[in-house]
């Protein structure tokens, strides 16, 4: 099973998220899910596989979520995945899927838990922040 990260090129953990994976060994299918938006069926799986509620998974900085007024309590799940159908900015990001589960990578070293190879050594994020080295334990 390859890597899947759904990325936003303008998104600086996004880009951090991407460069460790591939630090890591893997060529990852990246989708620019802006410009191609997942299915329903398919943000409702990541939801699922992720563990958590549409409302989990809204952006707010840089997104129409206050113009629609998404913080009210009324919307419903299957509403707020509607809404972020419709305005793909909407979907936090990046999410990557590998062979060892789903996560939402902010910070972006939260990818290191789902990577076959963890161990990329130092890593140094676009802002200067240093990501220590750490290899999976073998419990």
Do not use: Q
């Not at 069926?41 to 549409?54: H, I, S």
């Not at 113009?67 to 159908?85: H, Q, V, Y």
């Not at 070293?109 to 890593?123: H, R, S, W």
């Amino acid at each position: 099973m390859p890597i899947t990260i759904y990325h936003n090129p303008a998104c600086g953990t996004s880009r951090n998220t991407l460069a460790m994976i591939r630090a890591s060994g893997e060529v990852p299918e990246v989708i620019e899910y802006l410009k191609t938006p997942p299915t329903r069926a398919t943000l409702v799986r990541l939801l699922r596989d992720m563990g958590m509620k549409p409302r989990d998974l809204l952006r707010r900085k840089g997104t129409p979520y206050d113009a629609l007024g998404l913080d009210k309590p009324e919307w419903t799940d299957d509403a707020l995945i509607d809404a972020m159908l419709a305005h793909p900015v909407l979907i936090n990001r990046p999410i990557v899927v590998s062979p060892l589960g789903t996560r939402l990578c902010r910070p972006s070293e939260i990818v290191l838990d789902i990577l076959p190879n963890p161990d990329i050594g130092a890593f140094t994020k676009e802002d200067g922040e240093i990501v220590a080295p750490r290899a999976r334990s073998r419990g």
